[in-house]
């Protein structure tokens, strides 16, 4: 007989954009229904570099909750953007604040707002990550190499041999997130790698190939970085976040952009899954039979690797359907999220 609810420890989103501004009063409280904590992404315009721009940050994360007198519970896990010319002793001053809890790293180029990332990580980094390392602060990697000579489909099994495999073998105690893998090789890597290292899997990877970009025309709708893969990436995707390993956990990376940065003629990367993402993540694990999998995977795996308890309280889903809307309101504008106008077999009730 089919599970009709699924009951679980409440999640965490381990890799998530709120903006700020208007837009962050139109998503924040999206990803506060469903979970208790995320990590949120520090690449602003002008990025989070700083210590004290990100308790600054925070700040307008939780005022901007509370100006919707929202009932939701949620903690923000603060990040700070690394650069080029980002000082070891800012790690010491992040750690010891209690809010930052991880480092990003944003090949210079590879995606939305990252243009002050780094250009070359062990050129310029060794002290910033000998720190990091001492003080057990994360790095956070986006894992495509942005060489212009290297296919877009290949960039991130590409960055594995540039610059996971150095990395590690420089810094074997850092920990290390791949963000939002999208490859068998970034999974087979992330299962098998010596040292604190994991992974992140968004809903869109887990659910879609990269067909879904073309069927009936261009969808700009599921068009993200790292992009969708072939379905045999997809199938080692379920495998890994499904499996009994704990280094994979949520990130959902959902990143609000405006229908129309959307759909222009050269447009933005990110999907948008905060409203739905508990729904699409069960979606996917119960096409699979793994429903019994999805708690180790949302609400467990992460909080062990950042040294933090799982939250006490418990979520439950329903087996209901779940018309995602064609589009929801973004501030003064509107955002379509990801699958806009299907349906899906379970429903978040709180």
């Not at 994360?138 to 060489?147: A, I, Q, W």
Request: hydrophobic share 40%; with cysteine; charged share 20%.
């Amino acid at each position: 007989m089919a599970t009709e609810q699924l009951r679980i420890r409440r999640p965490d989103d381990w890799h998530v954009h709120l903006r700020d501004g208007s837009v962050l009063a139109s998503v924040v409280a999206h990803t506060a229904r469903q979970f208790a904590r995320a990590i949120v992404m520090p690449n602003l315009t002008p990025p989070v570099t700083t210590t004290e721009q990100a308790v600054a940050y925070r700040s307008r994360i939780m005022s901007a909750l509370a100006a919707q007198d929202s009932p939701y519970t949620f903690t923000p896990l603060m990040t700070l953007y690394l650069t080029d010319n980002t000082p070891a002793s800012e790690i010491e001053k992040a750690k010891a604040s209690g809010v930052v809890h991880a480092v990003k790293l944003y090949p210079a180029g590879a995606t939305t707002n990252s243009d002050a990332g780094v250009t070359d990580l062990l050129k310029y980094g060794g002290a910033v990550l000998e720190a990091m390392q001492k003080h057990e602060l994360p790095l956070l990697v986006h894992g495509e190499v942005t060489d212009p000579d290297v296919d877009v489909f290949d960039r991130e099994a590409v960055f594995i041999d540039r610059v996971m495999l150095p990395l590690r073998r420089q810094f074997p105690e850092l920990k290390v997130v791949f963000e939002h893998i999208t490859t068998k090789e970034g999974a087979d890597y992330v299962m098998h790698a010596e040292g604190p290292v994991a992974a992140t899997i968004t809903p869109q990877h887990l659910l879609y190939n990269r067909n879904a970009l073309f069927q009936g025309g261009l969808r700009p709708h599921w068009y993200c970085l790292p992009i969708l893969k072939r379905e045999v990436h997809r199938q080692a995707l379920l495998a890994a976040a499904t499996s009994d390993s704990p280094r994979f956990f949520l990130g959902t990376d959902s990143a609000p952009h405006v229908k129309g940065q959307k759909e222009k003629d050269c447009g933005c990367a990110g999907c948008y899954s905060a409203f739905h993402a508990l729904e699409l993540y069960a979606t996917a694990f119960e096409s699979v039979g793994k429903l019994d999998r999805l708690e180790a995977f949302a609400s467990l795996n992460g909080p062990a690797f950042y040294g933090l308890e799982p939250n006490a309280e418990h979520v439950t889903l329903e087996r209901a359907p779940l018309a995602i809307p064609q589009a929801l309101a973004l501030a003064n504008d509107q955002i379509v999220p990801l699958a806009a106008g299907e349906s899906l077999p379970w429903r978040f009730v709180g």
